[in-house]
Nanobody, 117 residues
Framework: QVQLVESGGGLVQAGGSLRLSCAAS????????MGWFRQAPEKQRELVAS???????NYADSLKGRFTISRDNAKNTVDLQMNNLKPEDTGIYYC???????????WGQGTQVTVSS
């Protein structure tokens, strides 16, 4: 069974930075598109950023320039660097892996990010 384990969440002041990391196992990582999603309280889960198996990236329009997704196929990890954080970035951040069909099929347990004003 695919395992995705997130780390790096926490409490940070507005304007600060955090780096989330996701370690994947039991998956052909180098072939999988990976993504980061987030869910704020009482809101739907939304895509933050995604990266294809060969490194093409996609970001939510509102986050371009502040967040950067990257992957290391040798280590089976995908990271999310978050800069200039804002209180509205608060939420649970989830790592996800896609099937070859493109559907987001595998999810981590999530890591909490809280940005104080």
């Amino acid at each position: 069974q695919v395992q995705l384990v997130e780390s790096g969440g926490g409490l940070v002041q507005a304007g600060g930075s955090l780096r989330l990391s996701c370690a994947a196992s039991r998956i052909l990582f180098s072939s999988a598109a990976m993504g980061w999603f987030r869910q704020a309280p009482e809101k739907q889960r939304e895509l933050v950023a995604s990266i294809t198996n060969i490194g093409y990236t996609n970001y939510a329009d509102s986050l371009k320039g502040r967040f950067t997704i990257s992957r290391d196929n040798a280590k089976n990890t995908v990271d999310l660097q978050m800069n200039n954080l804002k209180p509205e970035d608060t939420g649970i951040y989830y790592c996800a892996a896609a099937r070859q069909s493109g559907s987001w099929a595998y999810w981590g347990q999530g890591t909490q990010v809280t940005v104080s004003s």
